[in-house]
Structures are given as C-alpha cells and as structure tokens.
C-alpha cells in the first residue's frame, strides 16, 4: 500500500497547502495538523482515504474528555477515520490486506531510564514546562507529566496486546469480515502509526540525549517486532531507518514532520512523497 504521511504542520500557524500525492493509496495525518482544528477542513474531499492519529497539540487548552468525543466528530463530519487505541485493515490495490494500529502513544518519560533512575526523574522535571504550555487538563485536574505518563501506559499496554495478536487467529475467529477465514491470514502487514516517536533513534539530533527529548520519543523499541512499518510525528525532522531483528524481520520507521517553517524546520520536507507499506 502506498502511503502519504503528514504531522506536525501546525497550520494554526504556518502556512502550508497540502495536495494529494500522486500514486497515494492512503493519507495519514500523524498529529499536531492544527491546534484548533479549522485545519483539518482543507484535507476534506481528499481523493483516497484519510487516518488520522491525534498529537498533543490537538489538545492544547482543552479537557481531554471532551475533546476526543468532539474531535472524533469533527474527524467523521469530514470522511475520516480517527484512530485511538483503535485497529483497521484496509486492503490496498495489490490485494494485500494492511493493519493499522493507531495511538498518540503519548510519552511515559522512560526513554533514558525507568522510574526511580536519575534520568527519569529529569524527564518528568522537563515535562512539567511542556505541560504547562499545553494547559489541558483530565477530569478537571492538570494534564501534568504524571498524568500524561499513566496515559501514555495505557496506550503502550494497548499497542504491545494488539501487536502480540495472530493474524491466522484472528482469520480463523473472523475479525476481519472481508477476509474468508479459510483464505489465509485476517492481514498481511501490520503498520503503527503513533505522534510519540518508538526509540530513541528517532530523537532529534538538534537536541540529542537530553531529558526533554523523552517527552518526544519512548523506549518502544521491543515492540517494534510485531510491526512492518511504524509511522510517527512529533519530532519536527524527518527520519527513515530500518531496525533489524531475531529471525530477519524488520521494521522500518519513517517520520515525516514538517515542523515550523520560522525555526528551518520545513527544509528538505517533501510533503509529496509516498511510503510503501
């Protein structure tokens, strides 16, 4: 399946155009598209498919319990399918059948080192400023850097169970109703798509190994086995590489963020180019 990927446009201030790139089967938007999602108006009548997986920014100033219900709205008055903690197999023009496992995945501070560790303890320290600017808020109390990381487990707890699934089992119990369960298995290739990044190799190399760089990226690195491909956002750069592992499986992982054009960000995105899943 041939895949058009955008995050991080920030078009509640940048100016950007978005077009339909040639050959594309899908769009993913991969999260931060518009902090008040006027946005996402312009990808409407877009001439294939649109996923879309929430960034953090989608909540800026809002209390999440609200705004997923009302941005699942807003995602569905407009043709698209918003992802959380969701699954969908969607077959492509070759006649393979994709999975997608869409989440935030939003960051649980263990990228450098886990609860009770010097570097985690700084991770949470440099959340808090990320976190105030964002001032959301869950149930009425601050959407802080502890609340954001019990979230965070949450989504990484869903994605592991979902990746740990057979897809010969799921056929044989008929999960996907346009596969024959006796025609083989219920997908062909998982993809996931997440705003956090899965591995420290997806930091930033402006900022490297420094504590607020996990609240960017998690340490999801033993989960990328169970996918093909992993698509994320997030990071304001672009990354394309390839983790090899037991057995000769691999997994490829492409970020294609466009970033604020004012700080350089933008240069060198090419928001035509098309991925293969």
């Known amino acids: 399946m041939r895949i058009q990927l955008l995050s991080d ?19 993913v938007l991969a999260g931060d598209i518009d902090r008040d999602w006027h946005g996402y108006a312009r990808f409407a009548g877009w001439p294939v498919p649109v996923l879309v997986v929430a960034g953090n920014h989608e909540f800026d100033g809002r ?15 407009l043709g698209f399918a918003l992802l959380e903690r969701e699954s969908v197999v969607l077959r492509g023009a070759d006649g393979r059948r994709v999975r997608f496992l869409g989440t935030v995945r939003w960051c649980d501070f263990e990228l450098f080192g886990g609860p009770g560790t010097t570097a985690h303890a700084r991770a949470l320290r440099a959340a808090s400023y990320f976190q105030r600017l964002m001032k959301a808020t869950r149930g009425g109390a601050p959407f802080d850097a502890e609340a954001v990381r019990a ?3 949450r ?24 596969t024959d369960p006796a025609s083989g298995p ?11 990044g899965p591995s420290a190799a997806s930091v930033d190399p402006r900022f490297g190994r420094q504590p607020s760089s996990a609240s960017f990226c998690n340490a999801d690195d033993a989960l990328l086995p169970g996918a093909d491909l992993w698509l994320h956002g997030h990071v304001h750069c672009r990354h394309d590489y390839t983790v ?28 035509l180019r098309v991925i293969e899943a």
């Open 9 to 27: 446009l920030h078009l509640e201030s940048e100016a950007f155009d978005p077009e339909p790139a040639p050959g594309a089967e899908l769009l």
């Open 63 to 77: 209390e999440l319990d609200q705004a997923w219900p009302a941005l699942r709205d807003r995602c569905a008055a």
């Open 151 to 153: 979230e965070g487990r």
């Open 155 to 178: 989504c990484g707890d869903w994605l592991a169970q979902a990746l740990a699934a057979d897809p010969d089992a799921a056929a044989g119990a008929g999960a996907d109703p346009d």
């Open 186 to 196: 219920a997908w062909d290739a998982t993809v996931v798509v997440t705003h956090f």
């Open 244 to 271: 090899c592992h037991a057995g000769g499986r691999r997994t490829r992982v492409v970020c294609q963020s466009r970033g604020n054009a004012s700080k350089g960000e933008a240069a060198g995105f090419d928001p």
